[in-house]
């Protein structure tokens, strides 16, 4: 009974990841903050943060994007489309500067100081799970790692760029030197979103929306142990999880955004809420006209930009949850400012 629930579990993780990976989107912010990225099916937008100006916009015939996320400078995007092809995408030209073929459109994650790219893959026997990494400078695969079969939904950089979490059905800690398994220990149920702590010494993560009365959990890497998510009363307000994060300026604050679950008998609506993970008190309960799908913080921990399943953007003051702008509301859109770049060729 046990073994089918579990297995029941596992194909909804890989349903919903799926369901992820097609229709919903991915936001964040360049290293200095001035620009914001919105991926959104077949169009990435580039935004510039503080007055709303839409510059540049990229879009793919490939079935879609399926992740992107700036590099360091916020000049290039590396970006994945639904052929499972990683594209770097230069922001100033609208051009694509290098394409590589990858295996699969998911899990991707950068590291902090953005110059590794980690991937990971099932491979065809289905009996061992590979991770390589690559340079963000060239694309040239600087190594790859084997392991036993397991299901990796989400990878995440240690803050210091010495370790990767691969999640899944566990959480396990890898020597980016070695290679080697570090510590590895079992969850309750399957992962699909998942954040490290700026400290580095927590992770979180989002299970299945079927487990949405306890789908946050917190882990700490010290003792393995689960500890404190936000009050029980706000983790039951939230159901189907579309991000988690931590913030980079308070490592005991973070973020869970996706539906409201009061609402389900109703209209559909988003909820965002931002937590001490120490005390577990709510700062912030910030919400949007439909689910959210993802957010991110500012580099600077200040504000928050969340994006809507149909594709609306917000950005909002963490401290007094007010709304800062509407992306692409006033947005200043001209021919020479927001230009296409149509991968066909893909």
């Not at 903050?33 to 793919?60: D, M």
């Not at 030197?177 to 979103?193: A, V």
């Amino acid at each position: 009974m046990r073994l089918t629930f579990f297995i029941f579990c596992l194909l909804s993780l890989i349903i919903t990841a799926d369901i992820k990976a097609n229709q919903l989107s991915d936001v964040s912010f360049s290293a200095d903050g001035g620009k914001i990225l919105s991926r959104y099916r077949n169009k990435i937008n580039v935004w510039e943060t503080r007055t709303g100006k839409l510059l540049r916009t990229f879009e793919t015939e490939t079935d879609g994007f399926k992740y992107a996320a700036f590099l360091p400078g916020g000049k290039t995007i590396f970006s994945v489309n639904g052929k499972a092809e990683m594209l770097w995408l230069d922001v100033e030209t609208g051009e694509s500067k290098n394409k590589i073929s990858g295996k699969t459109v998911y899990p991707y994650a950068i590291s902090a100081d953005g110059e590794t790219i980690a991937h990971a893959s099932t491979l065809k026997n289905n009996d061992e799970e590979i991770i390589e990494f690559y340079d963000t400078a060239n694309g040239k695969l600087k190594k790859s790692f084997q392991y036993p079969s397991n299901f990796f939904a989400c990878l995440a950089f240690s803050p210091n760029g010495e370790k990767l979490l691969a999640v899944g059905d566990n959480v396990s800690v890898i020597s980016l030197k070695t290679g080697k398994i570090e510590k590895s220990f079992d969850l309750r149920l399957p992962i699909l979103n998942c954040a490290v702590s700026a400290r580095g010494d927590s992770v979180l993560g989002s299970t299945p929306v079927i487990t949405s009365d306890d789908n946050l959990q917190i882990f700490s890497l010290q003792n393995n142990q689960k500890y404190s998510g936000p009050k029980k009363e706000a983790n039951g307000q939230i159901g189907d999880i579309g991000a988690v994060g931590y913030s980079p300026a308070d490592p005991d604050l973070a973020f869970a955004a996706g539906k409201n679950q009061q609402t389900d008998n109703k209209s559909d609506r988003g909820l965002l809420i931002l937590w001490n993970t120490k005390s577990g008190n709510v700062k912030q309960t910030l919400k949007t006209v439909s689910p959210m799908a993802s957010a991110a913080f500012s580099t600077d921990g200040k504000s928050i930009l969340v994006q809507e399943v149909s594709g609306f953007l917000t950005l909002f003051n963490i401290e007094t949850g007010a709304v800062i702008r509407k992306y692409p509301d006033k947005a200043e859109i001209s021919s020479d400012s927001a230009s296409k770049c149509l991968h066909k060729r893909n």
